[in-house]
C-alpha cells in the first residue's frame, strides 16, 4: 500500500499539484460502494465506510470520525498515512488544511466522486483553489481495478411497494414545481429506487441500481446499463411515459437542459452538476422525504420482517448461550452461523450490511469487520457485541445485541446496564413531530453523561424499505440541530447508544423504531417511539439495582411483547429459551 501512495505523490510533485482528494464514494454520494469505487481503501489500508484521503508530495493524510479512529489507527500504519481525527481539538477540518497549503492550492481528485456540496465547500474556504479532474492517475496506478458488474433490475408491485410509480411520479412533479423548478435530477440511488419501485443488487447488501433520471413536469428519462431491465419494467416505464437511455447518456442529456433543474447537491456529483446550465439546490430533496415517511404497506411489511428477523436471531442466541465454551467459535464462524439461521426464512435476501461481530477488546472498535488475522476466539467470559441486519422480501432490518458469555466484571455489568438505560430513556419519550435529532440525542445520552460516560458515534439513523439500512433525512446525533434532521410519524429510525473502552470491551444495545402519532393538543402533534425490533436483552448482563420502576417496567414490557410476537413460531429448546430470556425482572 505504501508504494500506491508514493506512486501518487510522485505525481502529485510531477504535475504541480499541492492536494490530491481521494472520497469514499461513487458517482452518487453512496455510503456503501462497489470494489471498483474503493480506491480510498487500496491507497490508504483504511476499510471504513467513511472517510477521506489526501494525498501531498510528501504526505498522506485520512479524515475520519470517532467510530473508526481505533479501527483506522491500525489500518494506516502500512500505508504510513496520518490519521486526522475529526471532532478533535487538536484537528484542522480538511478544507481548511488544504487552504493552508498554498496561496492558490491546486486540489485534484475525480469530478465524479466529489459531491457538489464538497466543492462549494471547498470554494468558500478557499476562493483561490485551483481544481483539477483527474482519475487515470488512479487508473494507471491500480492496475488491476475492479469493473462495475451489471445485475439485473426487480419491480415492486403496487401489493409490496404501496404506492404506484405513476404516483410517485405525480408527486414529485407537483413538489418540483412548488419549489419553482419544471425538471428534477434524482441522483441517489436509493431514491431512484423509490420513485420507480426497482430494486437490484449492483452494490452488496444494498438493494440498488446504478441509474439515475431526470423528471419534467411532461416527461422523465432514466439512465441505466439496459441490460437490467426485463419486459415487465419495460412495460411499466411505457405506462408511465419513462424513456431509456444509457447509463453515461446522462451528461449529455444535463447539457441539452434549459430550464431550472432542482438538484440534491449532496448527492449530486461535481461532473454531472457542471453540466447543468440552471440549478436550483434544494436543502431536503422531495423524494427523501417521502421515502422516509413509510406508507401503511411498507409499515405493515416492516413489522412482519421484524418477527422473521426475531425468529433467527433469538435461535442464534440460544446457541451462543447454551453452546459458548463447550464448542470451538470464534468472531467469524459466529457471524456466518447468525446469517444461517436467518436464511431459513424463505423471505430471506440478502444481509443488510457486513456482520459487526466483536469480541472482548474488538467490539470496542465501533464498525469492526473481523478478518483472519484479527478473528478472535470466543471464550465463555466477557462481552460480545453483535450489530446485524438482514433484506427480507418484506424489508429492511438492523439490531445490535451484547452478549454476557459468562460472569462480567462489575465494570462490564454497570457500563451494560448504563447503555441499556440510554436505551430505554429514547425509546420511552414523548416528543413533538418535527423535533430536530439532536434534541433526542441529548435524551439517550442522558444517563450516560451523568456517570461521566459517552459515546462517538450517532444515536439513531434511518432505515429504508427493503433499501440501504442507512438512509435519512432523519438522524438523531448531536450534530443534527435544524429541521433538516428532525423525526416525523411514520420514520423508521434506528435506537443505538453504546459505551466502548478500549482494548477492553464494548456495548451497543440497538432496536429499530417506528415513530407514531400519539395525540394532538393546541401545542401541535405528539409522537412516541413503536419499538419494531423482536428480540430479548440479555439479562444476564443487567445490574436490576440500577434500573428505576419505570425502566423495569418498560423492559418487562417490551420482553412481553417479543414473547407474544414469536413464540408461536418457535418450538422446543427455542421456545422454552424464548421464555427465559424474557422474564420479567
Known sequence: MKEHIEKLQKYVEEQGIDAYVVFTSDDHGSEYVVDHFKTRAFLSGFTGSAGTLVVTKDGAYLWTDGRYFIQAEAQLKE??????????????????????????????????????????????????????????????????????????????????????????????????KHQGCNVALVSSLDDFAWLFNLRGSDIEYNPVNYAYAIVSQTEAAVFIDKRKIDAKIAKVFEQNGVKTFGYDEVYEYAKSIKEVVLVDKDKTNYALFSCIESAKETALFPTTSRKACKNPVEIRNIRKAHVEDGIAVVKFMRYLKENVGKEEMSEISLADKLEAFRRESKNFLDLSFDTICGYASNGAIVHYSATPETNKKVEKKGLLLVDSGAQYRYGTTDITRTFALGKLTKEEKRAFTLVLKSHIALASTVFPSGTPGARLDAIAREPLYENGMDFKHGTGHGVGYL????????????????????????MVTSNEPGYYKEGAFGIRHENLVLSVEKGKTEYGTFCAFETLTLVPFDLDGIDAKLLTADEKAWLNDYHKTVFDKLHKSLHGKDLLFLAKATRAI
Open 467 to 490: 433499501l440501504n439500512v442507512h438512509e435519512g433525512p432523519q438522524n438523531i446525533s448531536p450534530r443534527a440541530t435544524t429541521w433538516k434532521y428532525a423525526v416525523y410519524p411514520d
Open 79 to 176: 500505508s504510513g498515512t496520518k490519521l486526522m481525527k475529526m471532532g478533535e481539538p487538536d484537528c484542522p477540518a480538511l478544507t481548511k488544511f488544504i487552504a493552508d497549503l498554498a496561496e492558490s492550492p491546486v486540489v485534484a481528485f475525480d469530478f465524479k466522486t466529489a459531491t457538489v456540496d464538497f466543492v462549494e465547500y471547498l470554494k468558500n474556504v478557499c476562493p483561490s483553489v485551483k481544481l483539477v479532474d483527474d482519475e487515470k492517475i488512479i487508473d494507471e496506478i491500480w492496475t488491476e481495478r475492479p469493473e462495475v458488474a451489471c445485475s439485473k433490475a426487480y419491480y415492486l408491485d403496487d401489493r409490496a411497494s404501496g404506492e404506484s410509480v405513476e404516483s410517485k411520479l405525480a408527486h414529485l412533479r407537483e413538489d418540483t
